[in-house]
């Protein structure tokens, strides 16, 4: 719901416009400046975006002061409890909560996309061991479009969009699956149809000819829980790219493609992987929490408390508290003790009473911890981002097609403020200093 208010005064020059205002469902406010330009020769200007609305939207709220992250209205703490990454997944891309034969149905069609082409396993021999998770998995969800040109477009409406959605859904899982296998130079472990989503998961990624996998269903339900805590997120960097390059109408896969080479970023998705290698160093090196938080608010140092801060929460991050739980429920199931949970939560505890973290609201974020849950699952490090893709995927799929419905679809095209040299004539060679 968009409801129009007083319309903002904007002194210019001595004259004064007048710029619409819209307030959304859950209260905030937007000065709407598609005018500006055309009626006072300004643009706005704002570095990295931090004030500007770049859509409206209908998937996901997040209350950033209060904690708070729904998914089409329903609390992701109810979800974690009530649902599983499937129906999550379908909740977000369809709006709705599926009812029975609606959730089998999408079930069913994961199901029956969940392989890849057998061509695109020579992908796969052709990249070295040592390639990146991240890498691959770009690479492969973009070579869908080359193996599936009748990708669904609804400028061509050629194929289902359901039929698009399970595709990339399900073959996500199975590309990362077989990623890892490649890494380790075991074969390849094909998805079962009596499995579902998560169990699928463990299967390809834990099975293998010789071994006699059992599924673990507290690690079900702890993979479940952390896919639906990061199916979406509204306009973070990497879905704000999915909707930027989807809008020039290139086909969801290679959009999907951007974003996921977006996540991959160590200040985004791939903050997981840091937060890990930061806790490693820290109890490797022998330092203290006290002394790493001094590193860190050394300014001279471009240190990071990695899994801490954020654009929008200045509070807990909602996600980060369910992951802490599902940390310790994990681990005291594996009877692992990870001393880096421990050192974890001490640099949390730290953290969270120290000024400069205080005065500038920094928190622990969805990163914090849910390397610790990916590592007692033997899922290795450079995999931990690919686990966030997997999860981000639902968000993705839905934003992409929310910007492609919402009419005239506008291609994205910030302007600038041009602060290079005034007109220069071309100065030929020899009268080069
Ligand atoms: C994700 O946007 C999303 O929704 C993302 C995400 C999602 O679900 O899609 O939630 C997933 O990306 C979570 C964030 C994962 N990244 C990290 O954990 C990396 C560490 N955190 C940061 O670098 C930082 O907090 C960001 C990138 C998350 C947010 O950066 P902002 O909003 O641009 O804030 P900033 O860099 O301008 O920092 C403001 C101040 C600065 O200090 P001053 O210049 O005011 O003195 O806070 C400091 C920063 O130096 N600061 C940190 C810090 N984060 C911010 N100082 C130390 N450690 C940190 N982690």
Wanted: glycine share 6%; charged share 25%.
């Amino acid at each position: 719901m968009l409801e129009n208010l007083e319309p903002a005064k904007l002194e210019l020059e001595g004259k004064t416009y007048l710029l619409p205002t819209v307030r959304g469902s859950e209260g905030e406010k937007a000065i709407n400046i598609n005018s500006l330009r055309k009626d006072t020769s300004y643009v706005t200007l704002d570095n990295g975006f931090q004030n500007t609305g770049a859509c409206i939207s209908d998937i996901t709220f997040i209350d950033g002061d209060k904690g708070i992250l729904r998914y089409r209205g329903i609390p992701i703490e109810q979800l974690v409890e009530k649902s599983n990454f499937s129906e999550t997944a379908y909740l977000i891309v369809y709006g709705k909560l599926p009812d029975n034969d609606e959730y089998h149905k999408f079930a069913d069609t994961l199901n029956s996309h969940s392989m890849i082409h057998e061509d695109m396993l020579n992908f796969f021999h052709g990249l070295p061991n040592s390639a990146h998770p991240m890498g691959i998995l770009s690479s492969m969800v973009n070579s869908l479009s080359v193996f599936y040109p009748e990708v669904y477009d609804p400028e061509r409406e050629n194929e289902a969009f359901d039929v698009a959605v399970a595709r990339v859904i399900a073959k996500i899982r199975t590309i990362a699956a077989f990623s890892y296998k490649k890494s380790i130079g075991e074969p390849f472990v094909y998805p079962k149809h009596r499995y579902k989503y998560c169990a699928n998961f463990l299967h390809m990624m834990f099975a293998s000819p010789v071994n006699d996998y059992k599924l673990d269903h507290v690690l079900i339900k702890a993979l479940n829980q952390l896919l639906i805590l990061h199916a979406d997120h509204e306009q973070n960097c990497s879905t704000s790219t999915v909707r930027l390059v989807g809008s020039s109408q290139v086909n969801l896969y290679a959009s999907i493609c951007a974003g996921i080479c977006a996540l991959w970023g160590p200040l985004h998705g791939g903050a997981n992987q840091k937060v890990i290698e930061m806790l490693g160093y820290i109890k490797d090196q022998g330092i203290s929490v006290q002394d790493y938080l001094q590193m860190v608010k050394d300014k001279k140092n471009s240190i990071r408390l990695m899994g801490f801060g954020h654009r929008v929460y200045k509070n807990y991050d909602p996600r980060a508290k369910i992951i802490k739980k599902t940390c310790r429920e994990v681990l005291d199931h594996l009877n692992i003790k990870d001393p880096l949970l421990d050192l974890a939560m001490e640099m949390e505890e730290a953290a969270l009473n120290d000024d400069y973290f205080i005065e500038r609201k920094l928190y622990p974020n969805v990163d914090f911890y849910s390397g610790i849950i990916y590592k007692a699952m033997g899922i290795p490090l450079d995999m931990f981002t690919v686990m966030f893709a997997i999860g981000r995927l639902p968000g993705w799929i839905a934003q992409w097609k929310e910007m492609r419905d919402f009419k005239p679809v506008k291609i994205g095209r910030p302007r600038q403020i041009y602060t290079g040299p005034n007109l220069t004539d071309f100065t030929p060679m020899q009268e080069r200093k």
